[in-house]
């Protein structure tokens, strides 16, 4: 692995442009350039040793995914004292969601970072985000979780409008139910009936408020029946759809 490590931070394609690019985006200077450029490696075009380790930035995303996680949960509790655990666990999904970690590394390019083969590389919907996570885990490796934390709060964190970021629906399902536990209601969802082949059946989902059937929604699986139904609530309900975005 070391000298797969060693290959890395020598190729040509990322030289010393490259390293410029990552202390712009992070703000600290690279001293394990070989751990930036396994965090750029996306697994289509990583490798695979002879014991059956990947090189690849998985491992980094991660570790990345945890840090991520950890700074944000601690950031929400000091800038919101007031707010109750369901609300700052509903932001923090929203932070973390996969659709939001994909605008953050739009936003910084990182996909001009990557090495990816593009038949498989450009079909990931997660490539932006996944290669975000995996530069927070090799600036942990390189400097620290203070780091780490300052990168994220400086960079990130304090120039989001955490407010607007609120109003977003991880689902309609699950705006559905927070509605409901804010207003007491009971939402539940009920299978219907099944058609088709068994190999390839439709779903039918009632989304019922207390016993009183709001909507239904088909799908080829319940959970997207499910998800077919809440939205239908949400219009029955007159309530805000804010934009939807999924954690992967």
Known sequence: MLSFLKKLSSRPSKGENFFVKIEAITGFKVQKGAIY?????HSSAG?????GQKLNNERLEFLGDAILGAVITDYLYRI???REEGELTSLRSKLVSRKHLNELGDGMNLDQLLDFTPSR????????GDAF???IGALYLDHGYEACQKFLERKVLKKLNLESLSLRLTSY???????SQKEKKQISFQLIRTEGKSHDPIYHVACLLGKQELSQGSAATKKKAEEESAKAAFQVLNLPHGEVQTRA
């Open 121 to 128: 590389g450009t079909k990931a919907k997660s490539l932006k």
């Open 47 to 51: 490798k695979e040793l002879k014991n």
């Open 173 to 179: 399902k699950s705006g559905l139910l927070e509605w």
């Open 80 to 82: 919101y004292p007031n």
């Open 37 to 41: 450029q396994l965090a750029f490696t």
């Open 133 to 135: 996570e995996a530069l």
